[in-house]
């Protein structure tokens, strides 16, 4: 695999291992991390580790729409509320979940630990530590580890094993040339092949960037193409037409958030997502009369959370980013600087309001690299295929330009596209995958 080949650099260069550690931790080591990610024991029913739902042939996804989660008999819950996603070269995005709820790794590591998706009802975090206590100082194949823990009570082994699994995904990158350019997938090649930019110069802004790179791709002549038999291997006619398709601000628009070379804008959007599963249950235009309660009107109260949208329910619904900034009002906290920062990338004049409401059903945008591994589509885990999220944004493109999309990014207003264009767009998309094993 290829992460194993950067594991080994990184142990001897990982800024981590250098930076000044209270003496009650040890630096964090990714090879011990990658066990405790295949662990299972820490689980209720040791039926669930980290590697059951982010499994490395699915790019550390699991191929599921919701993953099962350990049943208990104290509550009707039997999945994840999201889809899990791929975990290569999750720390390029600023914050991590899909909502951004965790910006500490090691604190997501932890919270997953000791939380529901291994089992953990909300008032056993104790029990979970206790967990962990147990199997780190009883297990024989831990032995070697607990020797070399300077502190060995309950908080600190937590602690210490979450921050070595969180040393071990820092290792579970995508592919680069000795220049840093990503380097794995067709699509690379294939800018490799015809000498078209692979990323902005040094003080380049990525606009700049990218329309350098457009440029280049739609006057391209004569292209080399990447031939291979298999899929997603080859780069050929139909990818490139679906790269232009894709590029294309007057058609899919996709650039205007999936930006290269990462395939993301590392911001929060509202695509439509929400709605669409909400109006599959509640009707046509159904959440538009969904009612949220103003950030100002929290104070002191329980912020709804985030639920699956059901039949039974008209007040279950995700409204991704806007829980993780309900909570800050609901305790009279300022919204923080990380997620003003982010929520006003997109507006000049950029207040209280503004930010209600570009949170609302606001999701990260995720990289595209690699998307043919991670299987199915968007935070619910929605769409089946490439075509199908395809087909997906066709449609809310029309909706949003037709003004009914609840608080639709501006972005996604002018995406259209004729059908005859989707087949090559998703065949462009799996060019973005590299291939799992040299
Ligand atoms: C039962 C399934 C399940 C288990 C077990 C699980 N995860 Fe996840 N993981 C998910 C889901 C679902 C999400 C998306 C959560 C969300 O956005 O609300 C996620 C998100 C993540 C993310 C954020 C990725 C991103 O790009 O935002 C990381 C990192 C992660 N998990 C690591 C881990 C680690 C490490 C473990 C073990 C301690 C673990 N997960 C255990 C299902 C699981
Ligand atoms: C306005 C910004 C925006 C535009 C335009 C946009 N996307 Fe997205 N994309 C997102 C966001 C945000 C998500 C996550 C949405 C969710 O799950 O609720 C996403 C999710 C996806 C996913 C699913 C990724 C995964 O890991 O499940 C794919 C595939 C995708 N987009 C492809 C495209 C394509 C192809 C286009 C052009 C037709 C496009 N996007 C246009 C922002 C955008």
Known sequence: MNFLFVLIPLLICSPLASAGQSSAFQNPDPHWGAQFFR???????????????HAPEFAFADGRRKSPVPRR????????????????????????????????????????????????LPHEADVAQERVFQV???????????????????????????SDISSYLKTLRMKRDPKGDFSGSAYDRFLHLNHLPKSPH??????????????????????????????????????????????DRASANCVACHEPPEFTDH???????SQTEYDSLHGIDAMRDFTTPSFASLLGTTPPPALTAEHDHRDYADLGAWHVLSQ??????????????????????CGQSEMEATAWASFKTPTLRNISRT?????????????????????????????????????????????????????????????AEE
């Not at 038999?229 to 780069?235: D, H």
């Not at 911001?267 to 997502?273: R, S």
């Not at 968007?378 to 395809?390: M, P, R």
């Open 375 to 435: 299987a199915p589509y968007f935070h619910n885990g929605q769409a089946a295929t490439l075509e199908d999220v395809v087909r997906f944004y066709r449609r809310s493109g029309a909706l949003a330009a037709m003004g009914r999309i609840r608080n639709a990014d501006p972005e996604l207003v002018p995406v259209r596209m004729e059908t005859g264009r989707i087949d090559d767009l998703a065949a462009f998309l799996r060019g973005l995958e590299e291939p």
């Open 73 to 120: 008999t104290e509550d009707s819950v039997s999945t994840t509320l999201r889809n899990s996603p791929g975990l290569l070269d999750a720390q390029i995005l600023p914050a991590q979940h899909w909502d951004g709820e965790f910006v500490d790794p090691t604190e997501l590591v932890m919270r997953g630990l000791t939380g529901r998706n291994f089992g953990w």
């Open 136 to 162: 780190v100082t009883r297990s024989k194949s831990y032995a070697a580890w607990i020797q070399k823990q300077p502190k060995r009570d309950r908080a600190a082994l937590l602690k210490n094993v979450s």
């Open 328 to 349: 800050f009002a609901a305790k009279g906290r300022e919204i923080p600087t990380f997620w003003r920062d982010l929520l006003c990338k997109l507006h000049s004049n």
């Open 202 to 247: 040094a003080n380049e802004s990525r606009l700049s960037y990218i329309n350098r790179l457009s440029s280049a791709i739609f006057t391209l002549e004569s292209p080399q193409w990447i031939l291979d038999s298999s899929p997603s291997a080859g780069f050929s006619s139909r990818e490139l037409a679906g790269l232009r398709t894709f590029l």
């Open 267 to 273: 911001l929060f959007h509202n695509v439509g997502v």
């Open 39 to 53: 662990e299972k024991r820490f689980s209720f029913d040791h039926s669930t580790g980290c590697i059951s739902c």
